[in-house]
């Protein structure tokens, strides 16, 4: 249960996000001392990653030395998530540590992605069980370990909420930056032009429309945020 009087919910999200990352490393701990422990026919050692394993390897990569460093099947990564990466390692204290600024970023985005969509469900009138269930089943459900490990998921879901939160209470500013930035994320962000034109048409004066059912809660969706999120790229 999660208190009606807290819009954010922080100290459940909290919870929920330290305990992923403890399930995690518990799971990277028990891989690596079965691997260490068990030989294959001809006593070869078992190989296992890490955080930084998979296509978090491939960001870390693009981030340090770019696209064409880090060869052609580099570019089937989005740019955003190394990018910033990139940016952030330029800090003080950074240099050098660029595979420690990517899991820091994302497990933040992760963070982020939880707070959001708990206001979300508020915004869409969703009771205090649900958005219990709704904040442990992000932080524990089985797909749930990409957002510790260093890949775009945790960055591409704080964009898409983003998206949502935008388009359901009417600032369609943040609704159109967040969804060019989550284009730019992943490969599937392009469909978030989708949601954001529903949301759009409900607001528009046209009778066939209304079928879509009233426009967002929080505020009608102007003519002019119609038009604006028509612009979209």
């Known amino acids: 249960m999660v208190p009606r009087d807290d819009p954010w919910c922080l100290r459940e999200v909290v919870l929920a996000w330290l305990a992923a990352r403890l399930v995690v490393g518990a799971a990277l701990a028990m891989t690596k001392f079965i691997a260490d422990n068990a030989r294959g026919d001809q006593g070869a050692r078992l190989q296992t990653t890490d955080l930084l394993g998979w296509d978090a390897g491939w960001y870390r990569t693009i981030a340090e030395v770019g696209y064409s460093g880090a060869g052609d099947e580099s570019r089937r990564f989005f740019p955003l998530l190394p990018m910033l990466v990139r940016a952030l390692s330029h800090l003080p204290g950074a240099g050098g540590h660029v595979g420690i600024v990517l899991l820091l970023l994302v497990n933040l985005c992760a963070l982020g992605f939880a707070l959001l969509l ?14 219990f269930r709704l904040i442990w089943f992000t932080a524990l ?3 749930a370990f990409v957002l510790v490990m260093g890949y775009a998921e945790a960055l591409a879901g704080l964009l898409a909420v983003a998206v949502f939160l935008g388009a ?8 159109a930056v967040a969804g060019l930035l989550g284009g730019l994320c992943r490969p599937l962000g392009v469909l978030l032009a989708i949601p954001i034109a529903v949301e759009a048409a409900r607001g528009l004066p046209w009778p066939g429309l209304r079928r879509l059912g009233p426009p967002p809660r929080r505020r009608a969706a102007s003519a002019g945020g119609s038009c604006y999120a028509g612009w979209w790229p």
Do not use: M, N
Request: proline letters at 8%; a positive charge.
């Open 168 to 175: 359901r209470s009417g600032r369609w500013e943040l609704a």
């Open 141 to 143: 459900a089985p797909p």
């Open 118 to 131: 708990v206001r979300l469900a508020r915004i869409e009138g969703l009771g205090s069980d649900a958005t």
